[in-house]
């Protein structure tokens, strides 16, 4: 079964970060463009917004909680470990080895990553870990 999902985005919905991309469920300026977005209901993991509140603006730092994640990279080093976009690509890695293609945070954020393998992203935590030790 399929989920769709009507989020915005500022920028062009192709163009994506290495966690993948990022929409939000509501228009926060005339420049935000919607975007329909389709995924197997499955492959999506619903976070609730109970669950985020406390972490508005860096979700993903609850899964990192969640899922014992911040143990589980804690050779990185703390500067890593209180970097945003390490924690969501962290997450994203975990999820899609979960079987997972995107994370609903409570109906505030869409991260989507079907578009990468775990490899891809295990790639991409190497280049965000460079650039933030080298």
Not at 24 to 53: A, G, P, W
Not at 91 to 109: L, Q, R, S
């Amino acid at each position: 079964m399929k989920k769709i999902f009507k989020v915005y985005r500022h920028e062009t919905g192709n163009s994506g970060g290495r966690a993948g991309t990022f929409y939000v469920f509501e228009k926060r300026n005339k420049k935000d463009k919607q975007f329909t977005i389709e995924l197997e209901s499955k492959k999506v993991l619903e976070i609730s917004y109970r669950d985020i509140e406390p972490f508005l603006g860096l979700p993903s730092e609850f899964i990192m909680g969640k899922w014992k994640l911040f143990d589980l990279a804690s050779g990185l080093g703390q500067e890593a470990l209180s970097d945003g976009e390490v924690m969501d690509v962290i997450v994203a890695i975990e999820a899609k080895k979960k079987g997972y293609d995107a994370i609903n945070y409570g109906n505030e954020e869409l991260q989507v990553f079907e578009r990468f393998s775990v490899d891809d992203l295990e790639a991409n935590l190497e280049d965000v870990l460079n650039e933030i030790y080298y």
